[in-house]
């Protein structure tokens, strides 16, 4: 069945560093955009980056900018998102998230599967 | 706060309608598809309406989606216990990024 499956989350020091996997089965990994979406405890969804199918066009989000940087290896089926500079406001949920329609018509569509997530905590 | 605007919190009783807002602006849900996603506690957001008004298989037609200008909303009738959730709108701005609304927590009575 198609899934993803988040990884690489953890306690890290303001300033610090991290990196998120995302591995996905199920379907053709690299015909798929992929997003990151995070949820602060308690708070509501918010968009963090999205890779294009082939990695050629990456969007971010304004409070995410020069510090996060999303990749995807379509070989090894898996989507990142190296994390620099990490501050409190970092500390959440991360989710990575799949377009529902394949290669470029998909860019703009929705995220029709999801993962579980994986907790990010910055804190000293 | 969220670029989309929702209520924070809406409610019913079983067997009742219930409507959610989302309002934007012409850059986001004025020129874009908008989408709603159902949060159950503890678990992952559900893609529930896709296109405007467009249902993913498996999705119960009680539910259904409409956008007019730059607001949409969601409606769900014949309200279930089980439908007790948050729910998000999304949308594509044109400026290259995804803004969801702050979510509205539903209550079944």
């Known amino acids: 069945q198609v899934q993803l499956v988040e990884s690489g989350g953890g306690v890290v020091q303001p300033g610090g560093s991290l990196r998120l996997s995302c591995a996905a089965s199920g379907f053709t990994f690299s015909s798929y955009g992929m997003h990151w979406v995070r949820q602060a405890p308690d708070k509501g969804l918010e968009w963090v980056a999205f890779i294009q199918y082939d990695g050629s066009n990456k969007y971010y989000a304004d409070s995410v900018k020069g510090r996060f940087t999303i990749s995807r290896d379509n070989s090894k089926n898996t989507v990142y998102l190296q994390m620099n500079s990490l501050r409190a406001e970092d500390t959440a949920v991360y989710y990575c998230?799949?377009?529902?329609?394949?290669?470029?018509?998909?860019?703009?569509?929705?995220?029709?599967?999801w993962g579980q997530g994986t907790m990010v905590t910055v804190s000293s | 706060q969220s670029v989309l605007t929702q209520p924070p919190s809406a409610s019913g009783t079983p067997g009742q309608r219930v409507t959610i807002s989302c309002s934007g602006s012409?850059?986001?849900?004025?020129?874009?598809?908008v989408y709603w996603y159902q949060q159950l506690p503890g678990t992952a957001p559900k893609l529930l309406i896709y296109r405007n008004n467009q249902r993913p298989s498996g999705v119960p037609d009680r539910f259904s989606g409409s956008k007019s200008g730059t607001s949409a909303s969601l409606a769900i009738s014949g309200l279930r216990s089980e439908d007790e959730a948050d729910y998000y709108c999304a949308a594509w701005d044109d400026s290259l990024k995804v803004v969801f609304g702050g979510g509205t927590k539903l209550t079944v009575l």
């Open positions: 012409s850059s986001n849900i004025g020129s874009n598809y």
């Open positions: 998230a799949k377009v529902a329609v394949s290669s470029v018509a998909g860019n703009f569509d929705a995220f029709d599967i």
